[in-house]
């Protein structure tokens, strides 16, 4: 389950690509037209400044706006950059890969295996959906 956090910094980057003024959104209508606390998103936005998909212009028509063409935003890069490893199991994880301390042998292990499908198949998701195209997808 992705955090609060991270939820808010997909729908931040949302925010700001939807706009379509060509000019930096600010935090309060994001804050306002997404239903996330102010504070909140601040301390989300600095993160998302880190990452390097957003920048901000300070005073009279300040705001943030994408530094990357949202083609080239993945939702599974923000995810991780918030998360961590998407695999539920640390044994599973390419980047962050541990042994399960109680495995005798992880070659034979059933759930390491389907933990392993699981989190090729979420990433590859994840990593095929772009902030354009998940903008698009009617709900």
Known sequence: MISNRTKYAIKALLAIHRDDSD????????????NIPQKFLELIMLDLKKTGVIDSKRGKGGGYFLTMQPDDIKIGSV??????????????????????????????CSLRHLMQEVREKTAQILDDTSLTSLAAKPF
Do not use: M, Q, W
Not at 23 to 34: F, G, M, R, S, T
């Open 23 to 34: 000019k930096p959104v600010h935090i309060y209508d994001i804050a306002k037209n997404e």
């Open 79 to 108: 995810i991780r950059a918030f998360e961590g490893p998407i695999a539920l199991l640390p044994c599973a994880s390419l980047t962050n890969y541990k042994k399960c301390k109680d495995c005798a042998d992880e070659t034979t």
